[in-house]
């Protein structure tokens, strides 16, 4: 089925991360994005419960934030340094009242970030 498509990657301004995202979940189960080590490529976390297929990953320019943006599921941006605990908060943002499917996220030079959608 459509379980196990990857259809977005990004790596951290680093290169220490990489985090991968697209069709992860079965049937009746929630999306994740998952973050591995470039250097052994251990996976090092799983971020759950997204509400719909991940279309693009996009770490900030400091590497402290990671954005999300789903087919019709908004977007979500995350702390890094609190997902790997999945700790109270580590959930930065989120807009979930965007409805339209979201394919691309670009950072400004000053870390404000911009999406746009395809339909």
């Known amino acids: 089925g459509e379980q196990?498509?990857?259809f977005a990657c990004a790596l951290s301004s680093d290169g220490s991360l990489a985090a991968v995202g697209g069709w992860?979940?079965?049937?009746?189960?929630k999306e994740s994005v998952y973050l591995f080590d470039t250097s052994s490529g251990r996976m090092l976390?799983?971020?759950?419960?997204?509400?719909?297929?991940?279309?693009?990953?996009?770490?900030s320019p400091s590497g402290e934030l990671?954005?999300?943006?789903?087919?019709?599921?908004?977007?979500?941006?995350?702390?890094?340094?609190?997902v790997f605990h999945l700790s109270q908060g580590y959930e930065w943002a989120r807009d979930d009242s965007y409805e339209a499917e979201c394919y691309g996220i670009a950072w400004q030079s000053d870390g404000r970030q911009e999406w746009c959608a395809t339909s």
Request: with cysteine; proline share 5%; glycine share 12%.
């Open 66 to 82: 990671l954005a999300v943006a789903m087919a019709e599921g908004g977007l979500r941006i995350y702390e890094i340094s609190k």
């Open 24 to 29: 992860t979940a079965g049937e009746n189960e």
């Open 45 to 59: 976390c799983q971020v759950p419960g997204l509400p719909n297929v991940v279309t693009d990953l996009s770490f």
């Open 4 to 6: 196990g498509k990857l």
